[in-house]
C-alpha cells in the first residue's frame, strides 16, 4: 500500500523566518518518486520537485531545499528566508514503480507568510 | 509548449445530471490522470489513460468514466451526478517516453459545483 502523511495542517510564519514541511511516506515498491507540489489559491498544482527512490542526494533550489531520507522514509521541504509568495498549500505525492502516474498525495499543508 | 488545459472552468449542475469535463495534455505527453480535491477527501486518483487505454483506476463508482482519444486528449464522464460529487477536478499530463521523466504536469482544474 502506499501512503503519505503530512502531519501539519497549517503552519503560520513571520517574513523572512525559515520553515520546514515535513512528509512521511510508506510503501513496498523498492523504485518509487516523491514529489512536491505547490497550489496557490488558483487552484492548479504547480510541480516543485521529483526525487527517485534511488537518488539520496538532497537538492537545493534558491531559497527551496529538500531532504530525502530512505531510513526515515521522510521526504522533507525547507523554504529559507519566507516570503509572502510563498503562501499557498504543500503537497508530497509518492508514485509507485508500477503504478503508471498515479500519485498519492498527503493531506497538504497550508502555509500562511505573515508579512 | 502550452501547458495542461481543462475545459470549462467552471460548471453548474443539478442533482441528478450528467457531466463531462474535458483534458488536453501537453503536446507528446501520452498519459493523462485525473483527480478529485475536496475539503475533506483531499486529492484523490480517480483513472489513468495512456495510449487510449485506461491504464489505472482508482476507488471511486461506476458513474466516473473517462476516455482517452488519438490526439491523447481526455474527457471524464460523471452520471447521475450526487451532492457530494462537488469539486475541483484536476487533470495531469506525464511524459512516460521514460521513467526518469515520470513527473505530473497539473491543469488549472474544472471546478463542479453540484446543486
Known amino acids: 500500500a502506499q501512503k503519505v502523511t503530512q502531519a501539519q495542517t497549517e503552519i503560520s510564519v513571520v517574513e523572512k523566518e525559515d520553515v520546514t514541511l515535513d512528509c512521511v511516506y510508506e510503501?513496498?515498491?523498492?523504485?518509487?518518486?516523491l514529489f512536491w507540489y505547490k497550489q496557490p489559491p488558483s487552484g492548479e498544482l504547480v510541480f516543485l520537485i521529483r526525487?527517485?527512490?534511488?537518488?539520496?542526494q538532497n537538492e537545493i533550489s534558491g531559497r527551496y531545499s529538500w531532504n530525502f531520507q530512505k531510513s526515515t522514509s521522510s521526504f522533507n521541504f525547507t523554504i529559507t528566508a519566507s516570503q509572502v509568495v510563498d503562501s499557498a498549500v504543500y503537497f508530497c505525492?509518492?508514485?509507485?514503480?508500477?503504478?503508471?502516474?498515479?500519485?498519492?498525495f498527503g493531506t497538504g499543508t497550508s502555509l500562511t507568510v505573515i508579512p | 509548449k502550452a501547458g495542461v488545459t481543462q475545459t470549462p472552468r467552471y460548471l453548474i449542475k443539478t442533482r441528478g445530471q450528467q457531466v463531462t469535463l474535458s483534458c488536453s495534455p501537453i503536446?507528446?505527453?501520452?498519459?493523462v490522470s485525473w483527480y478529485q480535491q475536496t475539503p475533506g477527501q483531499g486529492l484523490q486518483f480517480l483513472f489513468e489513460y495512456f495510449s487510449e487505454t485506461q491504464r489505472n483506476k482508482g476507488n471511486f463508482p461506476g458513474r466516473f468514466s473517462g476516455r482517452q482519444f488519438s490526439n491523447s486528449r481526455s474527457e471524464m464522464n460523471v452520471s447521475t451526478l450526487e451532492l457530494g460529487d462537488s469539486a475541483l477536478y484536476l487533470c495531469?499530463?506525464?511524459?512516460?517516453?521514460?521513467?526518469?521523466?515520470?513527473?505530473?504536469?497539473f491543469g488549472p482544474g474544472t471546478r463542479l459545483t453540484v446543486l
Open positions: 510503501t513496498r515498491d523498492t523504485t518509487y518518486y
Open positions: 505525492a509518492l508514485s509507485g514503480s508500477n503504478t503508471g502516474n498515479q500519485f498519492y
Open positions: 526525487r527517485n527512490s534511488f537518488d539520496e
Open positions: 495531469a499530463s506525464s511524459d512516460t517516453t521514460r521513467d526518469s521523466y515520470r513527473q505530473g504536469f
Open positions: 503536446s507528446g505527453h501520452r498519459s
